[in-house]
Structures are given as C-alpha cells and as structure tokens.
C-alpha cells in the first residue's frame, strides 16, 4: 500500500510518499519512496504582515499542482494534508486553502499546535527505546516548537508554542513566550527516571549530519552549544558556503539551535536522538491507523 503525507510549514513544504508493507503479525514497515521539500518561506510574509503575499500564494499553488502530478505518477490513492502555523495565523490562509482544494483537488487541513504535536507523536519512537528513560519530543519549525513528554510507556504532557525560527529571524518572540515555554517545562517533565530528548524538524537533522555521528547515536547538548558558537560566528553567506547549506537552511539553523539548546537547559537534558522523523512521517503513520481501523469495521 503506497501512502502519502503533505506537511506546509512556515519555512517549506514537503511531499511524503511511502510504502507500507504489512507484515503478518508483525509492526508495519514504512519505506520512505520519495521526499520532496519546497521552500515556501510562508512565514516571511505572514509573521511580519499578517497574510500570504499574492507571490507566496502562487507558490503554493504550482506546488500543490506538482504535487497533484507526483501523486498520480505514484497511483496514489489516500492522501492527507496538512498546513500549521503560518498558514495557521495567515488571514487569507482559509481562502489560499480553498483555491488549492478547487484546483488540484487536494484537501488541505489547517492543524492546531496540539494537533500537529499528537501528529509527530505518531511516530511512536520512544515506544521503541528503553523504559529506563523519560523522553521529550522537540519538534521546531518555523512557526512553532512542539513539545511532547513521554515517561513511563505514557504520553503525560503535550503543548505547542509560537516560538519558531522565522518568528525569531523576525523579531517576533516577545521574553514572555520563552518565560511561558521555562515555566511549562519545569512544571511538566518532572521525572524520576533520567531524561533525553528526541530532535525532529531539518535544522537537527543538518546538525546531525554535521557532526558525523553515527546513526543512532545522541548529540550531547554541549555540541549543539558549540555548534551555535560557531555557526553564529559566520554571516549567512560564510555559512552557506563554508557548510555547503542552502539559504533556506543557513538562516534558520543558529535561531533553530538557540530553542533546542533552551528547551534542553530548562528540562535539564544533556542528550537528543535524531531519528529523522517530522510531521509528514507522523501524518502517514496516523493515515495508516485510520485505514486500518476502517477496514477492520
């Protein structure tokens, strides 16, 4: 069975199509077949003036269009969509979202912070790791950071803050949203077991390639401390070229970075896994849940 997730984020877009082969008796296995990512930058225009610029929107929709092609290339037949923070404080984002389901035929959701943080919980990582650990999931965009504390084979606490990289890059992230974020934290991952977080989102993702650890292996919090230093260190052009990033990434990796690096402090985490996952992941694995469950009726 192929599947397919569309995550619209504040700084890309990503198409995820992925084969699921059902094993008898068995967890389902998720073969990630193609990953196409657009960088939308969305929350350029809507965390400065409030709305989708009429350039932004036309983005969109040649996007969503390829999209549309890919999915009938693959002979996809169950599809979900989803769009989160910029699109999310976007004025005209329910028009923009109506004019993509007209044209394309693709029905879009815009999710909530909760939402899109049950959707990245999807992934069930840390039901695969050791029971000796409590676990919090960072998931940072553009827009927003996910938090999601797992401890003791349960879910106990799950909250989404308007603290994202764009948002930082432009100086919308007033002290009181990281005072909020400190506060959450101290008051909800109390554990008696011994902490690690689980990184989700590109920026981690770079952060992990850099380092050149091995798959499956923690990234200690004093690296990414040292990685802020010496990415903040270069301007964005240095940084481009010197790391080989896009400057979709370059720009957005330091403040990225700096909410990890918080969140880690303030839960008092000294590791992070990285395990590649992200909303698209999570939303194919609710997709299949739901598909399972209707054929089970």
Known sequence: MKLAAIDIGSNAARLLITEVIDEDGGKPQFNKINLVRVPLRLGFDVFAKGEISKERQEMIMQTMKAYQYLLQVYDIKHLK???TSAMRDAANGPDIIRNVKAETGIDIKIITGDEEASYIYENHVAENLDKEHSYLYIDVGGGSTELTFFSEGKLKYRESFNIGTIRLLKG???ESAWDEMKDHLKVNTKSALPMVAIGSGGNINKVFSLSKKKEGKPLQLELLKDYYKELSSFNLEERMRHYKMREDRADVIVPA?????????????????VPKIGLADGLVQSLYEEISRKAAK
Do not use: F, P, S
């Open 81 to 83: 969509a989803c769009a």
């Open 172 to 174: 919308q992230v007033e």
């Open 257 to 273: 970075l700096q909410i990890y690096i918080n969140v880690m402090r303030w839960a008092d985490i000294n590791e992070i896994y």
